[in-house]
């Protein structure tokens, strides 16, 4: 089929979405839409508010795996009139930059496009191609919600321009609910429209039996498991010892290799790696970080167990509590703080006191690398 004929059929296929929008009553002009994706905090002095205001980005709450999420939604666009589309591709480059040093994902709601905001082919195909390796490699899951007929005559007339590669990153959902075996779902920000539109289709598919459920009951860990288990139980595991063999380990291998190493903790690392020495660990394995070649690995390594940590360091009981130190008066603060920090469970105290001074050198260590480097 000519690329001509992919275009007229992909304009087809998207009046179809609209008319069966419009079936389900919740065809809504783009120009409607109520102005509450708008962020309330937003400066008109933003460099990008003629676009931001719209509320097409959103940048809130994290997946399973701790990378930022950035949504896209479809209703918010105004008439293609309105928007300068050009506009949006810098204003979506922008809000990436924020965030492309680290892993990101992308959750795109393509409920409300229409024939009157859709942006054109040629304009898609530009943006994909303007897109560079920084960003496509840091993009580790593109999640689409409700795809349609249309979003599949796209693929298709996309398909040669889209690496192999970054096509495995794509995954459909049919329903909102999908997305919480993979996000904080509470952390997202869905448009109004979108929760509607998925209830109605719910409801028109409410008479099929409900899928069989993708999770399995939750199991009871090994007893040489590193993450996702509490500091109790790696303490109990290892003989009253304070300090979790991983968190040990990574630390010992940062301070002997990685001190000077500018962007640590900041740059990503392979998350299939990361999952390899998560399951090595996790099976009482040894792990040598030298066989990785990467000092990223033992960083993301250690940020991913404190992370999959059931209690943070600082404890759901010491949270208001930290919270309330801004009412106390200035020079009585730092005597409120060693009080939150006395108070806490010996186990969790001892990590933070160890975490803290391996992150007090490593600024030290840094500061006189940069100093020596700015002398020489």
């Known amino acids: 089929m000519s690329r001509l004929a992919l275009e007229e059929l992909a304009d087809i296929e998207l009046q179809r979405d609209e008319e069966a929008a419009a079936a389900l009553g919740t065809a809504r002009r783009p120009s409607e839409a109520p102005a509450a994706g708008q962020d309330p905090t937003l400066s008109t002095n933003h460099p990008f508010y003629d676009v931001a205001r719209h509320g097409i980005l959103q940048v809130a709450g994290e997946d399973r795996l701790g990378r930022r999420v950035v949504t896209f939604s ?63 490699k840091s993009l580790k899951a593109l999640y689409v919600v409700h795809p349609t007929n249309f979003l599949k005559v796209l693929r298709t007339l996309f398909k040669p321009l889209i ?12 329903y909102l609910s999908e997305l919480r075996e993979h996000l904080k779902y509470d952390q997202l920000i869905v448009p109004p429209e979108v929760l509607r539109y998925d209830e109605e289709l719910r409801q028109l598919h409410r008479g099929r039996p409900p899928p069989p459920a ?37 630390v010992t291998h940062l301070r002997q290799k ?35 070649g990467d000092i990223h690995i033992p960083a993301a390594i250690l940020k991913t167990f404190l992370r999959e940590l059931p209690q943070p360091l600082l404890t759901f009981e010491a949270y208001e509590q930290i919270l309330g130190i801004t009412s106390v008066e200035s020079s009585l603060r730092v005597t409120r703080c060693r009080q939150i920090l006395q108070s806490l469970p010996e186990h969790n105290y001892a990590v933070l006191s160890y975490l803290i001074g391996f992150l007090h050198e490593l600024k030290k260590s840094y500061r006189t690398g940069s100093s020596h480097g700015q002398h020489q």
């Open 74 to 136: 479809c209703c918010r666009m105004p008439p293609s009139h309105e928007l300068n589309h050009r506009r949006l591709l810098e204003y979506l480059k922008y809000t990436l930059d924020q965030y492309v040093e680290s892993d990101y994902t992308v959750v795109y709601f393509h409920y409300g496009l229409s024939s009157r905001n859709k942006p054109s082919l040629g304009w898609l195909q530009s943006a994909y191609k303007e897109f560079d390796r920084k960003y496509k």
């Open 258 to 292: 990685g001190l000077r190493t500018e962007g640590l903790f900041r740059r990503s690392a392979s998350v299939q790696t990361v999952r390899e020495v998560q399951r090595l660990y996790n099976q009482g394995k040894p792990v040598d970080f030298d066989d990785y």
């Open 214 to 250: 993708r999770t399995p009951p939750p199991r009871p860990p090994l007893p040489t498991q590193q993450f996702g288990v509490s500091l109790q139980y790696l303490k109990d595991k290892n003989q009253g010892e304070l300090i979790p063999p991983v968190l040990r380990a990574t």
């Open 163 to 174: 690496s192999h590669k970054f096509g495995k990153k794509v995954t459909y959902f049919n």
